[in-house]
């Protein structure tokens, strides 16, 4: 079984790009862009789905934590692929239980690496992404289920080569 999950998260892009374009609801902006595999795969068309569900009903609170995190800038000012790149991601951290947050922050910046028209447009995502992970995560707001979806670990403290009393 092949995963379509990068593919899906393109298409969404698109789709929330066209939405930004033209009047059309998010449904119409994105059935047309779905290949034959995907709309054979019951479990690319459940993520499909779900991603694209839950921006459409969670968007003003996404766009609220984007907000929060770019110093007040309006959102008319981030360029409108970033924007979405950051809403399909923030959707992700929120509200698919089973993908760890790390992996959809990865995915928004490989994303945005291929989209985006400047080269530092990934590493705004990275730290836009970052930032408000790092939020969500002291705010206890990150709820995900399985092994390995959020790093509870304390951060690692680099050894010094030689104490002071060996030198």
């Known amino acids: 079984m092949k995963t379509y999950r990068r593919q899906i998260r393109e298409k969404i892009l698109q789709a929330l790009y066209t939405l930004e374009l033209r009047e059309t609801d998010i449904e119409s902006a994105a059935g047309w862009l ?11 068309m459940k993520f499909f789905n779900l991603l694209l569900k839950n921006i459409k009903e969670h968007m003003e609170e996404i766009d609220r934590y984007i907000v929060k995190h770019t110093f007040n800038w309006d959102m008319s000012r981030i360029a409108i692929i970033d924007k979405n790149i950051l809403r399909m991601a923030l959707t992700e951290i929120l509200f698919c239980e089973d993908i760890p947050p790390k992996v959809s922050i990865n995915e928004a910046i490989e994303i945005a690496k291929k989209f985006s028209s400047t080269e530092k447009s990934s590493k705004f995502v990275n730290g836009i992404l970052d930032a408000i992970f790092n939020d969500l995560k002291a705010e206890g707001k990150i709820h995900k289920n399985g092994r390995g979806l959020i790093d509870h670990s304390a951060p690692k ?11």
Do not use: C, G, R, Y
């Open 34 to 44: 779905l290949t034959k595999e995907i709309l054979d795969d019951p479990n690319a």
């Open 157 to 167: 403290v680099e050894k010094l080569e030689k104490s002071e009393n060996e030198q």
